[in-house]
C-alpha cells in the first residue's frame, strides 16, 4: 500500500511539473502584465485605429514587440503615441522606454492600419517577441490578448447580374445579385436544368425541331402543372394502321407524381381496366389517330421548387394486335410534366419558444397548399438546462443521482466579459481529473480561468488539470471560466464540457465516470424582443379553472408577461340543461324557492332578490342569459301560465 501511494505521488508530482514547465497558463500570478489590443469594425478603405493597452501590478520601463498581422487585409502605417510618457519608436515593430517610475495602467501606443479588403472572416492582430522590462530591467511575465476585427456591415450598392433562359437543350442561369462596394453575392446565381423538348405531333413547340414519325406511335404529350393540383395526360395514336386491343406497361416518377386513375378519350370506343397494367378491348377494328386513353395523376403537394417528371407507356411484343391477330409494332414518345414552383397561397404562423432541449423558431407565413415556409420561420437554439443545486432555474428538471459537471447558462453583450461556472454534482469523492472546454470561438474568446471551490486547477489551452492531496466530496464549482464575447451576430451558443471515462478517479485510484450537460451564453436583446407564447392555453370548464399561457422572448428567453389563471365559468342552465357542457340541472329552473313547485311564491322570491333582498333563492336564471333580472321574472310568469 505504502508503494501504491508513493507511485502515486509521483505520477501527480510528473503530471503537474509537465503541465506547469510546457504549457501552463497560470490562474493568477504576482507582478504580471497583461498587454490586450482594441477592437474594430473593419470597412474596406477606410483606417482604424487600435490601442495597446498595459495593465500591470508594478511599473514598467521597456516594452519591445513585433506586430503580427494579415497583411493582405491590413496595413500598418503608423504606430503613435499612447497616454502613458515614454518614447516610441515604430514600424512593425514597436520599441517604447520611460525614465518614469509611474507607468502601470494605460495606452502606451495606437497602432493606425488602412483596411485594403474585406476580411472573408474575422481576423485578428496580436503582438509577437514580447519582451517587458521593470524600471530595473528586470523581464515581467506578460500575457497577451489579441484584437478580434469583425467586419462592419456593409452598405451594400446593389447589381442585378442578368439571367440566362435555358433551352431544350443547355442550361440555363438565373438571375442574381451581388454589391458593387463589398463584392458579397446577395442573391445567387442558380443553374437552371434544360427544358427538353415538348412534343406536338413530332415537332417540338418551344424550338420548332421536329422528329420523324414514320410508322404508328403512341405520343404523350407534354404538360405544365402546379405542386397539389391533378393533371391528365393524354396518350396520343399517330399512323395507327388498326388494333382491336392492347396492354400496356407505364411508368412515372413515383417521388414527384401519385397515379390518379386511366380513362378513354372522348369517342374512343371499347373498355378500359386499370391496375399495375392498361388493358383496351374492342369488338371491331380502331383505326382513327388522335387522343386515345387519358391517364390522371396528382402531383405531389411537397415539392420545392420547379422540377421535372416523366410519364412514359410501353407494350411488349404481342402486347398490340389487330383484328387478325397479328402484332401491331408502336413506338411511344414520353411525356415531360414540368411542375412549376407553387403559387403560394400565405397564411401566418406564431414563433415557437425554445425550450431546455428542443429549438423554436420565428415567426414567418406558409404555403397553405405546399406548406413551403415563405419567410421567416428560422430556428432558434435550445437555451440548455441551467442547473443550479441540480434543479434546472428555466423548466424545473431535476438532475440525476449520477456524478455530473453542469455548465451555467449566462446572459451577455457583444464585447462583455463573462464568467461562466463549470460545476461538479453529486460528487461520490474525488483527488484529481481533467476535462476539456467547448465552444465557438468566432463568439466567445478563452481569457482564462478562475478557481472555484475545488483548489487545485490547472489550464492548459482549452483542457483543465485539477488535483488535490486529499480526496473531495462535497459539491461545488471546479472552475469559472472567464469568456470575452467577440461575435455580434449570434443568438445562443453552446458552452460544454467533455471527460472520459477516466479522466476522474478516487484517492484509491477508482475510476468516476461523470456525465455531462452544457450550458449557453446567449446575445442580451434589450428592448427588442421577439414575443412568442410559453406552453399553451388552457380553456376554462364550468367545474375547472383554465390557464392562460404567459409570453416570452425566443431569442433571450426574458419573460414578457405572466401566465395567469382562469377561473371556473361554472354552469349555465337552460331548459334544464347546462348549454356549456350539458349537464342536467340538479334543480327545478324557477324553483326560486326550493319546494318543489313552480307557483306564485317563486315569483316572491325572485323580486324580493332582484330588489336586494339578502334572501337564498336558486334557479333564478330562469332564460339562461347568465344574468338575473326582471326578464327572469317575465319567463317565470310565462312558465306559471302555461302550468
Known amino acids: 500500500m505504502l508503494e501504491k501511494c508513493t507511485l502515486r505521488r509521483k505520477l501527480i508530482s510528473f503530471m503537474l511539473a509537465a503541465v506547469m514547465v510546457v504549457c501552463m497558463i497560470p490562474i493568477s500570478a504576482a507582478n504580471a502584465v497583461m498587454i490586450s489590443i482594441g477592437s474594430a469594425e473593419l470597412v474596406v478603405g477606410e483606417t482604424i485605429e487600435l490601442p495597446v493597452t498595459v495593465s500591470s501590478d508594478v511599473a514598467i520601463g521597456s516594452f519591445d514587440a513585433q506586430v503580427v498581422y494579415d497583411s493582405s487585409y491590413l496595413s500598418l502605417t503608423k504606430v503613435k503615441t499612447g497616454d502613458l510618457n515614454g518614447i516610441i519608436m515604430g514600424g512593425n515593430k514597436i520599441n517604447w522606454v520611460t525614465a518614469t517610475d509611474d507607468a502601470t495602467n494605460g495606452t502606451i501606443c495606437l497602432l493606425v492600419f488602412k483596411v485594403l479588403k474585406k476580411p472573408t472572416k474575422q481576423t485578428e492582430v496580436s503582438l509577437s517577441s514580447v519582451k517587458v522590462r521593470n524600471i530595473n530591467e528586470d523581464m515581467i511575465d506578460t500575457s497577451i490578448v489579441p484584437a478580434i476585427l469583425g467586419v462592419k456591415p456593409c452598405i451594400h450598392q446593389l447589381v442585378v447580374d442578368d439571367g440566362v433562359e435555358p433551352t431544350c437543350t443547355e442550361n440555363g442561369w438565373s438571375s442574381g445579385v451581388h454589391c458593387s462596394v463589398c463584392g458579397d453575392v446577395i442573391v445567387a446565381r442558380q443553374e437552371l436544368a434544360p427544358l427538353g423538348h415538348s412534343w406536338k405531333d413530332g415537332i417540338c413547340t418551344r424550338c420548332g425541331v421536329a422528329i420523324t414519325l414514320d410508322g404508328p406511335h403512341i405520343i404523350l404529350d407534354d404538360t405544365v402543372v402546379e405542386p397539389g393540383t391533378r393533371f391528365s395526360v393524354k396518350a396520343r395514336l399517330k399512323n395507327n394502321p388498326g388494333i382491336v386491343a392492347a396492354t400496356f406497361d407505364f411508368s412515372y416518377d413515383s417521388s414527384l407524381l401519385s397515379f390518379v386513375s386511366a380513362k378513354l378519350c372522348d369517342g374512343v370506343p371499347g373498355l378500359i381496366t386499370t391496375d399495375k397494367k392498361i388493358v383496351w378491348v374492342n369488338n371491331g377494328t380502331y383505326d382513327s389517330d388522335g387522343d386515345f386513353i387519358e391517364l390522371i395523376f396528382k402531383a405531389k403537394d411537397d415539392i420545392v421548387g420547379a422540377k421535372d417528371a416523366y410519364v412514359s407507356v ?77 434543479v434546472c432555474t428555466r423548466c424545473g428538471d431535476v438532475l440525476g443521482k449520477a456524478p455530473a459537471l453542469t455548465v451555467q447558462n449566462v446572459a451577455a453583450e457583444t464585447g462583455d466579459t463573462i464568467t461562466v461556472d463549470v460545476t461538479v454534482n453529486n460528487n461520490p469523492g474525488i483527488s484529481a481529473g481533467a476535462f476539456r472546454i467547448n465552444f465557438d470561438s468566432s463568439v466567445l474568446q478563452l481569457v ?25 466530496a462535497y459539491d461545488g464549482v471546479i472552475a469559472r471560466l472567464v469568456f470575452r464575447v467577440i461575435g455580434d451576430s449570434f443568438v445562443r451558443v453552446p458552452v460544454s464540457v467533455t471527460c472520459g471515462g477516466g479522466d476522474f478517479s478516487n484517492s484509491v485510484e477508482q475510476r468516476i465516470i461523470f456525465e455531462s450537460y452544457s450550458g449557453s451564453v446567449t446575445r442580451q436583446c434589450g428592448d427588442e424582443h421577439m414575443p412568442a407564447t410559453i406552453g399553451g392555453d388552457i380553456p376554462a370548464t364550468c367545474t375547472e379553472a383554465g390557464h392562460k399561457a404567459g409570453r416570452g422572448c425566443v431569442y433571450c428567453g426574458t419573460v414578457l408577461a405572466e401566465p395567469t389563471d382562469i377561473p371556473a365559468l361554472g354552469h349555465t342552465y337552460v331548459d334544464g340543461y347546462c348549454k356549456n ?63
Open 581 to 643: 357542457c350539458g349537464e342536467k340541472c340538479p334543480f327545478i329552473m324557477g324553483d326560486t324557492n326550493a319546494d318543489g313547485t313552480i307557483d306564485v311564491k317563486d315569483i316572491i322570491r325572485l323580486m324580493k332578490y332582484i330588489a336586494g333582498v339578502d334572501i337564498e333563492i336558486q334557479g333564478a336564471d330562469v332564460n339562461g342569459d347568465g344574468v338575473i333580472d326582471t326578464l327572469d321574472i317575465v319567463r317565470l310568469m310565462k312558465m306559471i301560465a302555461d302550468t
Open 448 to 472: 482564462g480561468a478562475k478557481p472555484g471551490d475545488f483548489p487545485g486547477l490547472t489550464q492548459i489551452d482549452r483542457k483543465f488539470v485539477w488535483c488535490n492531496s486529499s480526496e473531495i
Open 314 to 390: 410501353s407494350s411488349k411484343t404481342g402486347g398490340i394486335v389487330d383484328i387478325n391477330e397479328n402484332n401491331v409494332g408502336f413506338s411511344f414518345i414520353p411525356a415531360n410534366v414540368r411542375i412549376n414552383e407553387c403559387v403560394h397561397t400565405p397564411v401566418d404562423f406564431d414563433a415557437v419558444m425554445p425550450t431546455c432541449t428542443a429549438a423554436g423558431s420565428t415567426p414567418g407565413q406558409k404555403c397553405s397548399k405546399c406548406g413551403v415556409v415563405i419567410s421567416g420561420g428560422v430556428s432558434v437554439p435550445a437555451f440548455e438546462h441551467n442547473y443550479v443545486s441540480g
